[in-house]
């Protein structure tokens, strides 16, 4: 939001320097990012002074020079050589003295100094208005009034303007701050309650007399269709307007807050925009049809010519400004139309000032890309009960710099008066949650001042109307946040104890597992990413889509519904590195995905993403470089697991639409995680080559398993393990994790770990045979075991191996 400090006065009863201003102001919650000097007139004339030419001469040595003498008002009379075709003795110019320096339209400052030019000497320069950033037009000098005094400051004939502007970090609560006006009434409800308690400083509201009656009436009536959209609409008509320049007390105004001036009719909409807070827009009554003005909704598909002469297409949401014939004309609290528009020859306008719905703007504005400051104030709230008085002022000053006359009253249809939110605080909540103890005098005094009305206090509670402009507040919390800010936070006392009840945190604490998670992948080379959960709904088919969570309102096509899966993100960061030469990439994300089981029904899921390409390790002179592969990523996911605590893990194929040969990782009966090669297609999507290796850790299951958990060390045994080695042949189909399957069947609690150490195949075994080394750990926590013990439950396995996975037993 900016604001002029110029302006900002004309509202206020006294006037802080711009430095005491910017410390108000963020102390009230308008944190002032920026307070930077604004001049019109870059360098602001400063130096420069008017001069009389009294003589003019041929330069002796140059063909297109000079030699003049220029009276000054003091001192003798200058010697300037000057190269301008049009200067003449009798001139009053804008001359830059020895000493001044000028700043061009274009172009670096310059200092003037005496110099010699084709040996003639020079005391200075006659301006021509680029040099000196009046303008752009370089034809020769500026030939002014003659009656003008020789010696008088450039800067008092041309009153270039200087401003401060402030820059705030307005929060999104804070609309009735989206004006100089609104800024102004925090002001001076500060101001009452730190300069002088006993003494109520009020906004200087714009005084203004309405403009004179037309001879001829013209009455443009108002049907508001949709009146849900529309609570209230204002309009008026003025006749015998005149389309021009707008003044420069005007432009300087509006130029001082970065608006470009463009005539007297739209400036005037738009001073009074950053007036009061309220939008307006400006008709050519000739264009609307059956003197009637239509708020309503229209077919979708129609079309519509707006300002920038660009032809969109409506929806059936879009509210619309429409003539008696339906016709529309503008696009409600967004956009006006381009056949509708003030164009030079206009002479009859149609003023509207209305309040349209916040939900309705903002998905017009954002589906046809139109971020107008008319709709995002909309969007945030306008003061309903402005809204006749914005018209009124705004038909005042076109009258007054237009020329035109009223042909008709204002017309206000507000067929449902918007009540006033009630909030009931109590002065105890209020020190309570603020910290501080505060007079009940106090807390009223600063309520009022912002326009708060009190309509019951009983000592112990207030029950307050709120005023329309302060849209946000509807709770008790909100009444504290308005006392703290202009009684100030520094105001607060900071307590010299603290007392607090320890927490206890849930057993496992999620953070501090997660904590635990990414410090060792961290630590092992990994990089964490944060990618959004807002992605492309392209990347999914269309069986994903459906069950996708589509956003309402999408800032772009690209980003419209909410991720059912961490894989096409990441895949988005893959892409990225890769296209700078960053190849070999370690990444891992905590993230969430979502579902829509059915309308209104939700599903949020944690996971523990990992994304591998490229190589384990830089290529060195000690040994080539490794490109990481399904084994390396099974190692990471298995250690992740045993980090936590988590064993007797079970493998199986799994099925996954993105992913080649994909594996689940089962403990205690519950999938924990899916790993695997990202599939060709997949690959290709995302322009990626080289080959990524993505493991989907689900992060709620590994949380709820450790819940589950008694304990996550045991005490290291006192008694040896043994172990015992075993060669398997079996098919060529049979996987390892058969085996483990079997193992695990024969049930013996000596039998800790099973270990695959060697895969050897050879014709010798046989046709489509293959041999597994497998090693086993046996442990007795309460004694040496026994080689009778062990063989017994070997016997169990080779006899279970043969049986179920017609395994031959290599000797």
């Known amino acids: 939001m900016t604001i002029s400090y110029n302006w900002l006065c004309d509202?206020?009863?006294?006037?802080?320097?711009?430095?005491?201003?910017?410390?108000?102001?963020?102390?009230?919650?308008?944190?002032?990012?920026?307070?930077?000097?604004?001049?019109?007139?870059?360098?602001?004339?400063?130096?420069?002074?008017?001069g009389e030419v009294l003589s003019v001469e041929k330069h002796p040595n140059a063909d297109k020079l000079n030699?003049?003498?220029?009276?000054?008002?003091?001192?003798?009379?200058?010697?300037?050589?000057?190269?301008?075709?049009?200067?003449?003795?009798?001139?009053?110019?804008?001359?830059?003295?020895?000493?001044?320096?000028?700043?061009?339209?274009?172009?670096?400052?310059?200092?003037?100094?005496?110099?010699?030019?084709?040996?003639?000497?020079?005391?200075?320069?006659i301006c021509a208005e680029d040099e000196v950033g009046l303008g752009a037009s370089h034809a020769g000098i500026m030939?002014?009034?003659?009656?003008?005094?020789?010696?008088?400051?450039?800067?008092?004939?041309?009153?270039?303007?200087?401003?401060?502007?402030?820059?705030?970090?307005?929060?999104?609560?804070?609309?009735?701050?989206?004006?100089?006006?609104?800024?102004?009434?925090?002001?001076?409800?500060?101001?009452?309650?730190?300069?002088?308690?006993?003494?109520?400083?009020?906004?200087?509201?714009?005084?203004?007399?309405?403009?004179?009656?037309?001879s001829t009436p013209l009455h443009i009536d108002i049907v508001v269709e949709n009146e849900a959209a529309c609570p209230r609409y204002c309009g008026t008509t003025i006749t015998g307007v005149t389309v021009t320049e707008s003044p420069k007390w005007l432009k300087d105004k509006l130029q001082a807050i970065g608006i470009r001036a463009i005539n007297n009719i739209v400036d005037i909409t738009n001073f009074v925009l950053h007036e009061t807070g309220q939008p307006l827009h400006a008709f050519d009554a000739a264009k609307v049809k059956g003197n009637t003005i239509r708020v309503k909704n229209l077919p979708t598909g129609t079309p519509f010519v707006t300002l920038d002469e660009k032809e969109r297409t409506l929806d059936e949401g879009d509210l619309m400004i429409c003539d008696g014939d339906s016709t529309p004309l503008c696009i409600a609290g967004v956009f006006g139309g381009f056949n509708s528009g003030v164009k030079e020859s206009t002479t009859t306008i149609f003023l509207e000032s209305a309040l349209f719905a916040a939900g309705g703007i903002r998905r017009t504005s954002l589906r046809h890309g139109l971020r107008t400051d008319a709709a995002v104030r909309f969007e945030k709230g306008v003061d309903i009960s402005n809204v006749k008085f914005a018209l009124e002022r705004a038909a005042a000053l076109i009258c007054e710099l237009g020329g035109g006359q009223m042909a008709a009253g204002v017309t206000d249809v507000y067929p449902v008066p918007k009540a006033k939110v009630e909030v009931s605080v109590t002065f105890a909540y209020i020190n309570k949650l603020s910290g501080h103890t505060y007079e009940p005098a106090k807390v009223i005094r600063i309520l009022e001042a912002l326009g708060f009305e009190v309509l019951e206090n009983d000592g112990a509670t207030l029950k307050l109307s709120v005023p329309y402009h302060k849209t946000d507040?509807?709770?008790?919390?909100?009444?504290?946040?308005?006392?703290?800010?202009?009684?100030?936070?520094?105001?607060?006392?900071?307590?010299?104890?603290?007392?607090?009840?320890?927490?206890?945190?849930?057993?496992?604490?999620?953070?501090?597992?997660?904590?635990?998670?990414?410090?060792?992948?961290?630590?092992?080379?990994?990089?964490?990413?944060?990618?959004?959960?807002?992605?492309?709904?392209?990347?999914?088919t269309p069986?994903?889509?459906?069950?996708?969570?589509?956003?309402?309102?999408?800032?772009?096509?690209?980003?419209?519904?909410?991720?059912?899966?961490?894989?096409?993100?990441?895949?988005?960061?893959?892409?990225?590195?890769?296209?700078?030469?960053?190849?070999?990439?370690?990444?891992?994300?905590?993230?969430?995905?979502?579902?829509?089981?059915?309308?209104?029904?939700?599903?949020?899921?944690?996971?523990?993403?990992?994304?591998?390409?490229?190589?384990?390790?830089?290529?060195?002179?000690?040994?080539?470089?490794?490109?990481?592969?399904?084994?390396?990523?099974?190692?990471?996911?298995?250690?992740?697991?045993?980090?936590?605590?988590?064993g007797n893990m079970s493998w199986a194929e799994a099925t996954h639409a993105d992913l080649q040969q994909p594996y689940e990782i089962k403990v205690k009966n519950k999938v924990v995680a899916v790993l695997g090669s990202v599939s060709a297609a997949k690959l290709k999507a995302f322009d990626i080559k080289p080959a990524v290796w993505y493991a989907d850790i689900y992060w709620d299951e590994v949380i709820s398993l450790l819940q589950k958990t008694e304990k996550f060390y045991v005490e290291i045994p006192k008694f040896p393990a043994v172990r015992r080695d075993?060669?398997?042949?079996?098919?060529?189909?049979?996987?390892?994790?058969?085996?483990?399957?079997?193992?695990?069947?024969?049930?013996?609690?000596?039998?800790?770990?099973?270990?695959?150490?060697?895969?050897?195949?050879?014709?010798?075994?046989?046709?489509?045979?293959?041999?597994?080394?497998?090693?086993?750990?046996?442990?007795?926590?309460?004694?040496?075991?026994?080689?009778?013990?062990?063989?017994?439950?070997?016997?169990?396995?080779?006899?279970?191996?043969?049986?179920?996975?017609?395994?031959?037993i290599r000797k």
């Not at 609560?173 to 309650?193: E, F, K, P, Q, T």
């Not at 992948?521 to 492309?536: K, R, V």
């Open 11 to 50: 509202y206020l009863p006294v006037k802080p320097t711009p430095e005491e201003l910017s410390v108000i102001l963020t102390s009230i919650g308008l944190e002032v990012e920026s307070l930077e000097k604004f001049e019109s007139v870059k360098g602001s004339l400063a130096g420069l002074v008017i």
């Open 67 to 125: 030699l003049t003498k220029v009276n000054i008002g003091s001192g003798e009379p200058l010697a300037i050589v000057c190269g301008a075709p049009n200067v003449a003795a009798g001139q009053k110019v804008v001359v830059a003295p020895i000493g001044t320096t000028i700043y061009p339209a274009s172009g670096e400052p310059l200092t003037m100094k005496k110099a010699k030019i084709r040996g003639e000497e020079s005391n200075g320069m």
């Open 143 to 214: 030939v002014l009034d003659p009656a003008l005094v020789p010696g008088t400051p450039a800067a008092d004939i041309f009153q270039p303007a200087q401003d401060y502007i402030f820059e705030i970090g307005l929060t999104p609560n804070h609309m009735d701050a989206m004006s100089h006006m609104g800024v102004a009434r925090d002001i001076c409800s500060y101001l009452s309650n730190h300069n002088d308690e006993n003494k109520s400083y009020r906004v200087v509201a714009p005084a203004f007399t309405a403009g004179t009656t037309a």
């Open 473 to 540: 507040i509807s709770i008790p919390a909100d009444i504290v946040e308005e006392v703290l800010r202009i009684d100030g936070l520094n105001n607060v006392p900071i307590p010299t104890t603290i007392s607090i009840a320890p927490s206890i945190a849930a057993n496992p604490d999620r953070e501090r597992v997660k904590e635990k998670i990414a410090d060792y992948l961290a630590g092992n080379g990994f990089n964490e990413i944060f990618t959004n959960s807002i992605t492309n709904s392209q990347y999914f």
């Open 543 to 646: 069986e994903v889509q459906a069950t996708t969570v589509k956003m309402i309102n999408s800032l772009t096509n690209e980003l419209d519904v909410l991720r059912p899966s961490m894989l096409e993100t990441g895949l988005e960061r893959i892409t990225f590195n890769l296209n700078r030469k960053n190849d070999d990439l370690l990444f891992f994300e905590f993230g969430k995905t979502y579902l829509q089981k059915a309308v209104g029904d939700y599903v949020e899921t944690h996971h523990l993403a990992l994304y591998l390409t490229g190589n384990k390790l830089p290529e060195t002179y000690m040994y080539k470089a490794q490109p990481v592969d399904f084994y390396f990523l099974k190692g990471y996911v298995i250690n992740i697991l045993t980090q936590l605590g988590l």
């Open 726 to 808: 075993l060669a398997l042949v079996l098919d060529r189909s049979v996987s390892f994790a058969a085996v483990e399957a079997a193992t695990k069947a024969v049930k013996s609690n000596l039998l800790q770990q099973i270990n695959l150490f060697d895969v050897f195949e050879s014709e010798k075994l046989g046709a489509n045979k293959k041999s597994y080394a497998v090693s086993f750990t046996f442990l007795d926590t309460q004694k040496t075991l026994t080689d009778k013990e062990i063989d017994a439950v070997m016997d169990k396995l080779v006899k279970t191996y043969e049986t179920q996975l017609q395994a031959i």
